[in-house]
């Protein structure tokens, strides 16, 4: 059976250590230390180097001791802010902080869980093929650390992903494509009580542009949201540039690329209306996720849920994780629901006994 005393206790001093993405450091040398003490082979690359952080993603590898492919699990070591000096709470068999920071479950609790597989299987002697871990940073921020890894030192074609809300025995088979848009709108400036015929509103182009979006739920798959406007200034002045932040996601690719040309057009035709100009930029965040409802990972996933007693349940979600960048290396790629709730917030939670059942569910899609 899984270790429950280990498990909780591997999970609460994972959550004292600071963590926030770029800085996950102290995480990643508790961890390599951890995983040397039980003999396992250890790798890390320069993925911070690549995006400004103090560490890289770790990698540990446990040689087989039975039959069948290698197998990838994957959790990441940052955590959203405020996520520093936290400190865990346990109320009936359930785990909080004390309400002045996150708890962190996001994703240290996927953490937990691989680790904890690995260790009873080893205690059981149960057989299983090469298992290779990685640890990622700054999935937060943006999946710098997925973006960057080194494939070279995770050579496997399956790969779990621990890190999704959801009861277990939750799998994620979909998840939508991100793009951070930025558009800036660009009028001309004039004194607005004495020449305002000779300007052009930079915040009315913008108004215009924003009034014919199509935003918020598109459908079912689909969302678009403005984040953030900045311009302007005294308002004796017609202002002259007004920026706009903005995100498209959709699951569907063909219905993506349409809601981010029709905000172009948008702005376009605004632009030309008003006699002003406008930039449009976007960048792919990260691809959408597909699983193929033929897929072997799909079939393990669900049949180790039922192994143990669980009924697995496919879902699609409206957000991102390590996932979308795997699965767009060429990975076969899929998360887990793993019990945490109300992440990113005050007051989430996770119940002990997700730790314990979302681990046991591991340790079986492990086996040979």
Do not use: W
Request: proline share 4%; glycine share 10%; charged share 20%.
């Amino acid at each position: 059976m899984i270790n429950k005393d280990r498990i909780l206790n591997l999970f609460l001093n994972l959550v004292k250590i600071d963590s926030p993405s770029l800085k996950e450091k102290n995480v990643s040398k508790y961890l390599c230390s951890l995983m040397k003490e039980k003999g396992y082979e250890i790798a890390q690359d320069s993925a911070g180097e690549a995006c400004g952080g103090n560490t890289g993603n770790v990698y540990v590898r446990i040689p087989a001791t039975g039959s069948g492919d290698p197998i990838g699990f994957s959790a990441h070591m940052d955590c959203v802010y405020p996520c520093c000096g936290v400190v865990p709470v346990i109320k009936e068999d359930i785990v909080y902080s004390s309400g002045d920071t996150v708890l962190g479950g996001d994703d240290k609790a996927g953490l937990s869980m691989m680790i904890e597989a690995i260790q009873h299987l080893q205690e059981e002697n149960i057989p299983h093929p090469d298992i290779y871990l990685m640890f990622s940073i700054c999935e937060e921020s943006g999946m710098h650390g997925a973006k960057n890894m080194d494939l070279s030192l995770f050579p496997v074609k399956e790969v779990v992903v621990l890190d999704s809300g959801g009861a277990v025995g939750t799998i994620v088979v979909e998840a939508p494509a991100k793009a951070g848009i930025d558009i800036t709108f660009i009028g001309k400036s004039a004194h607005a009580g004495i020449v305002p015929e000779s300007g052009i509103s930079a915040i009315q182009i913008a108004a215009e542009a924003v009034t014919h979006m199509k935003l918020l739920r598109i459908d079912e798959n689909t969302t678009a949201n403005l984040g953030r406007i900045e311009g302007g200034g005294a308002t004796n002045i017609v202002t002259d540039k007004v920026t706009l932040s903005a995100e498209v996601r959709s699951a569907n690719d063909q219905t993506f690329q349409k809601i981010i040309e029709h905000m172009k057009k948008c702005c376009a035709d605004s632009a030309l209306k008003f006699g002003g100009d406008h930039k449009f930029a976007y960048e792919i965040s990260y691809p959408a996720l597909h699983v193929d409802k033929d897929s072997p990972l799909l079939a393990k996933a669900e049949q180790s849920c039922k192994n143990i007693g669980l009924e697995p349940k496919q879902v699609s979600t409206g957000g991102g994780s390590d996932s979308n960048i795997l699965y767009g290396k060429g990975y076969s790629a899929l998360t887990l629901g793993i019990g945490m709730s109300k992440v990113h917030t005050l007051e989430e939670f996770i119940e002990i006994k997700s730790l314990t059942t979302c681990a046991e569910l591991i340790a079986e899609m492990m086996k040979s």
